[in-house]
């Protein structure tokens, strides 16, 4: 019999009842001029106003149900508010270097655009034992999965969004698709 010593928990939401097209309208707006943080190339908005914003709120309120629920299924002491958003736009050749998102408890990304071809870029976990584990473990794997992976890849789709404890490191893949640019809304949760 196998016991979870530990497990990293990330929560899958489907998001696809939002006004989609109004979200989207909206980050475009804001992708310019661009900042630098994780990005490599991309257009990274300023942080949203989120008292200001409407057109953000049936999200907001979304996504704050959903992490309290998490926060209920994890059994710690439940989140409070959003503490910033902001999205990028990453175009052909763009990707986001390997982070984290310190000083928040649990983060997350949400996917309104149109068209997430498996080119344009996926999200990649890392294990949050990836250092050691790179010593011994890589390349012994006959199938992958979550005692023996190192990184997990995921393939956004229009509406979804994920929650995760904001101590997991993750990077954006390159966006090799030339004729679409991948957007994404990121924030923080405490
Ligand atoms: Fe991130």
């Not at 980050?27 to 257009?43: I, Q, V």
């Not at 649990?106 to 250092?131: A, C, I, Q, W």
């Not at 904001?166 to 893949?173: L, Q, R």
């Amino acid at each position: 019999m196998i016991h979870n010593l530990f497990s990293t928990p990330i929560k899958h939401l489907n998001f696809k009842h939002l006004d989609l097209k109004s979200i989207t309208k909206y980050c475009l707006s804001k992708t310019e001029p661009s900042l630098a943080y994780s990005n490599e190339g991309g257009h990274h908005s300023n942080f949203f106003d989120l008292n200001f914003d409407e057109v953000l709120h049936p999200l907001c309120n979304d996504i704050l149900k959903a992490s309290k629920e998490f926060c209920d299924e994890l059994e710690v002491e439940s989140v409070t508010r959003i503490k910033n958003m902001w999205c990028i736009l990453n175009k052909f050749g763009h990707y986001n270097r390997d982070h984290t998102h310190p000083h928040s408890f649990l983060s997350g990304v949400f996917y309104p655009g149109e068209n997430y071809p498996k080119d344009s870029g996926d999200l990649t976990f890392r294990n949050p034992s990836h250092m050691v584990m790179s010593y011994d473990w890589d390349e012994k794997q006959k199938n992958f999965n979550q005692y023996n992976s190192l990184k997990m890849n995921i393939q956004p789709q229009t509406g979804m969004c994920l929650l995760f404890p904001s101590f997991i490191s993750h990077y954006v893949n390159v966006n090799k698709n030339k004729d679409i640019d991948r957007l994404a809304i990121s924030f923080n949760i405490e």
